[in-house]
């Protein structure tokens, strides 16, 4: 376990693209935690920040991802990509469906417009978005709820992408693939509803306060994830396993529980 600076502040960034996120909720649930900690919720990072769009959006549009199979390189976006990121960020409240960014790069021109005052260790800065990330590995980019680091990234679009559903939905879609209509859709949806995350769900505020946990860990005391599945810190896998840890009444498991006292002090 590394040692860090104390953790005084932490910054929450709302994003608008989720009707269903309470910010306010999730930074209530801190303050209950770690008492000494000072919370406060912001605006969408970008337009808190003030982003020059014209310097940014070339930035975003160059962290889009067109194969997963192969790293990003360093291409120039197209300007139809530039002119679309420049509309996201004139209106944060659009959800970017069907993109996927590399998670490290977003993180980077985040990072890039910290203000200096609020650039270190013992300031947090959290950061919502509707942006769907991914992390290269394995000989390919893998879907991420939450990007640990300086800024932290958690992705409400990550939540319904990221975690497998339940073994089940996939083999439901596979046998009536052929057939697949959107009401076929929607009947599946149904049948399974409730045991995974969709979007807009009512269920997301709750979830996202256990995500919101791994973030503060990581930065003060380096450890992020469990293995526990009844810690609110456990790197779930599954939508079913994302239900357990952070829906089913758990918190901290013993150990998480004693570090999270470490930050009290």
């Known amino acids: 376990m590394r040692s860090y600076a104390r953790l005084r502040k932490l910054h929450l960034y709302a994003d608008p693209s989720s009707k269903t996120l309470n910010p306010e909720e999730i930074a209530e649930y801190l303050r209950e935690k770690l008492p000494a900690l000072e919370v406060d919720v912001r605006q969408e990072f970008f337009t808190y920040h003030a982003a020059d769009f014209e310097h ?100 409400t679009t990550g939540i319904v992408e990221g975690p497998a559903k339940p073994r089940e939905f996939y083999i439901a879609t596979t046998h009536t693939a052929a057939q697949l209509t959107p009401l076929i859709w929607e009947e599946m949806k149904q049948q399974m509803r409730g045991r995974f995350i969709e979007y807009d769900d009512e269920r997301l505020t709750e979830v996202m306060k256990g995500y919101v946990l791994q973030a503060v860990f990581y930065q003060a005391l380096g450890e992020a994830f469990c293995d526990n599945k009844h810690c609110r810190l456990y790197n779930s896998h599954w939508q079913e396993e994302v239900l357990e840890a952070q829906l089913a009444g758990h918190e901290l498991c013993n150990k998480h529980r004693k570090m999270l006292e470490l930050l009290q002090v």
Do not use: W
């Open 56 to 155: 940014v959006a070339p930035l975003l549009a160059a962290a889009r991802i067109r194969n997963p199979l192969k790293r990003l390189d360093n291409r120039q976006p197209l300007y139809g990509e530039v002119e679309y990121e420049k509309s996201l960020l004139k209106n944060p409240s659009k959800r970017p469906l069907g993109i996927l960014y590399d998670g490290f790069m977003i993180q980077a021109i985040c990072h890039s417009l910290l203000k200096r005052e609020e650039n270190n260790l013992s300031e947090a800065h959290i950061i919502f978005t509707g942006r769907l990330l991914a992390t290269y590995g394995e000989d390919r980019y893998h879907i991420r709820v939450i990007i640990c680091g300086y800024p932290s990234l958690i992705s």
